[in-house]
């Protein structure tokens, strides 16, 4: 059974979704089979790291979570340049980026139990050997209930202040909601300081581990989410900090859930 991970923050800017992108991309490259699900239905985005236009496409998560297709339906293969019918082993579940779409949710949210339920059925049609949840930062109702069936929620933050703050209250709502795995994720460490010591600082504050210290990186912030990072920059420090992340990733247990619907 793959892994089911959810990276999750609680402000945006983090690096989500550039992270998300870089990890998937990654994993691929090892020869894992990788989903991302954008779940960041009210901000959509990762799409635009792969090139992908989900305006276009006829089913999307947003679609999925609207009770007008399956999950499976919605997964669309993707390579890190953006063409059409990517490598084989990488997939995207988009969400559509349209005032259309956005607005609903907004309003109403959705049905976090359909998601979850979907989520281990996916997993085993793709079969994946990991599912990326680029999830909506904060307190969102749908995205947590999401997260407490993840085999791992990795929180990413950045060395701030409000994220310190912020982030010692998703610990506490992710604890009520048995979130079996918590990791950080350190990012846009400027140099000067020591990761080591940052590393240090996060799990004595929060008393989960870290799994990962990323600098800051000019050709990142450059680079503006025109493309993933790792595919454009494969020697850069950032590049090789990701992919210890992978490693990390994979080599976590997966826990047990219960089997997908449908399944014998
Ligand atoms: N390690 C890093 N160094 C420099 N810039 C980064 C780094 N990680 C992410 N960024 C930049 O931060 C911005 C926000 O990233 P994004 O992935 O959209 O965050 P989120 O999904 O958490 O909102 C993007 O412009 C991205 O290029
Ligand atoms: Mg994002």
Redesign the pocket.
């Known amino acids: 059974m793959g892994q089911l991970v959810s990276i999750h923050?609680y402000?945006?800017?983090?690096?989500?979704?550039?992270?998300?992108?870089s990890l998937a991309f990654l994993a691929a490259r090892r020869g894992k089979r990788v989903a991302v699900l954008d779940s960041?239905l009210q901000?959509p985005?990762?799409h635009v790291?792969f090139g992908f236009n989900p305006n276009g496409m006829p089913n999307t998560f947003s679609d999925f979570v609207a009770g007008k297709c399956d999950l499976s339906e919605a997964a669309y293969r993707v390579d890190a340049d953006g063409a059409p019918n990517g490598s084989g082993n990488l997939f995207l579940i988009p969400s559509r980026l349209t005032l259309d779409a956005i607005m609903p949710l907004l309003a109403d949210g959705y049905d976090a139990g359909r998601v979850n339920d979907q989520l281990s059925t996916l997993i085993n049609k793709l079969q994946l050997d990991l599912l990326l949840l680029?999830s909506h930062?904060g307190f969102n109702e749908e995205t947590l209930l999401t997260a407490a069936i993840c085999d791992t929620l990795v929180i990413?933050l950045r060395p701030d202040q409000q994220d310190y703050h912020g982030t010692a209250v998703l610990v506490e709502m992710a604890a009520r909601l048995h979130v079996p795995n918590i990791r950080f994720l350190v990012?846009?460490?400027m140099s000067g300081l020591e990761p080591e010591d940052v590393g240090a600082k996060v799990e004595q504050a929060y008393g989960k581990p870290v799994i990962g210290v990323?600098?800051?990186?000019?050709?990142?912030?450059?680079?503006?989410?025109k493309g993933v990072?790792a595919s454009k920059f494969p020697r850069d420090p950032?590049t090789a900090a990701i992919d210890q992340v992978v490693t990390a990733l994979l080599e976590q247990e997966p826990t047990d859930r219960p089997p997908p619907k449908g399944a014998a």
């Open positions: 923050s402000r945006g800017g983090t690096g989500k979704s550039n992270l998300v992108a960041d901000a985005g990762v790291l680029d930062p990413v990012n846009k460490v990323l600098p800051f990186r000019a050709e990142m912030a450059t680079l503006g989410s990072f950032l």
